[in-house]
């Protein structure tokens, strides 16, 4: 295999690869898989450690949030899942899905784009979706016992290729810049930026990515909607607060916190 090739194994990504431990003990490359993220379950369900990663060329059923699926075709995208084990308590989670957030914008703004973060962790590039993030946790007696966060990163992909019922409309680093990325160098890229800050989290520093979150959020200071958070809330994205819940003031001037949910059209 030549030095050009954009295949995501191993001894393509490894030599250029500045983490610790995010992808180095265990790379595990899978040319062909239903889902990274249930295949780390498994792993991590035998006991894998911290920063195993386990990456595809194609998914066949790649999960997406609130039961979707993820558009996975081969060799156009990176599929990937990290097992974690950190020291965290249930309602630092958010923290998690918008500090890999800031991970992937930071890598795409690298990349020449100019991405946005729709809260709580949808990475949009002009209104597209060009990344997803699906953290799972799996808790025990205990508390968390792991948690498998799983991203999906839309790269060499024509837009007509794109199915035509996806919630959000899609872009592709590749239909954004108008020439095909390196999925090995971002994968690289945002295995340490990940790694990151991730550290930042678990140090309890995470000042610096909030106000990456602020500046590059779409939602602040606009009009949302939960549709489906029971409150069925209405009003104005005021603010994150330090866990990463989002403001939102209702027509009649109060104030909500939001923990999770899912930003409808209005
Ligand atoms: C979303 O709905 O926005 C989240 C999409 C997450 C997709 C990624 S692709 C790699 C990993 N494995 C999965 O099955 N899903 C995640």
């Not at 990515?209 to 939960?226: M, P």
Request: proline letters at 5%.
């Amino acid at each position: 295999m030549g030095r050009c090739a954009d295949i995501l194994s191993a001894e393509e990504v490894k030599p250029g690869l500045g983490t610790k431990v995010f992808g180095q003990e265990h790379y595990i490359y899978c040319r062909k898989i239903d889902s990274t993220n249930k295949y780390a379950r498994t792993l991590a369900e035998e006991g894998y450690p911290e920063g195993t990663l386990v990456i595809a060329e194609e998914q066949t059923a790649g999960k997406g949030r609130r039961g979707r699926e993820w558009y996975s075709p081969f060799s156009r995208g990176i599929y990937m899942s990290i097992i974690l084990r950190p020291d965290l308590s249930m309602h630092q989670i958010p923290r998690l899905s918008l500090l890999t957030a800031a991970a992937l914008a930071e890598v795409l703004e690298e990349a020449g784009l100019k991405p946005g973060i729709k809260w709580p962790n949808d990475v949009l590039i002009n209104g597209k979706k060009i990344a997803g993030i699906l953290a799972e946790v799996i808790t025990g007696r205990d508390g968390i016992e792991f948690i498998v966060l799983g991203i999906g990163i839309n790269i060499n992909n024509p837009s007509h290729e794109f199915p035509d019922d996806l919630r959000t409309p899609p872009t592709s680093v590749m239909t954004e810049l108008g020439i095909p990325g390196s999925r090995v160098e971002l994968l690289q890229k945002l295995l340490l930026s990940l790694e990151q800050h991730y550290e930042l989290l678990l140090t309890d520093d995470f000042t610096a990515i909030l106000e990456k979150a602020r500046r590059l959020s779409t939602v602040l200071g606009q009009k949302v909607q939960f549709d489906d958070s029971g409150a069925n809330l209405a009003g104005i994205a005021l603010d994150l607060d330090e866990n990463g819940f989002l403001l939102v003031r209702d027509e009649k001037g109060k104030i909500h916190t939001v923990v999770s949910g899912e930003i409808g059209p209005l």
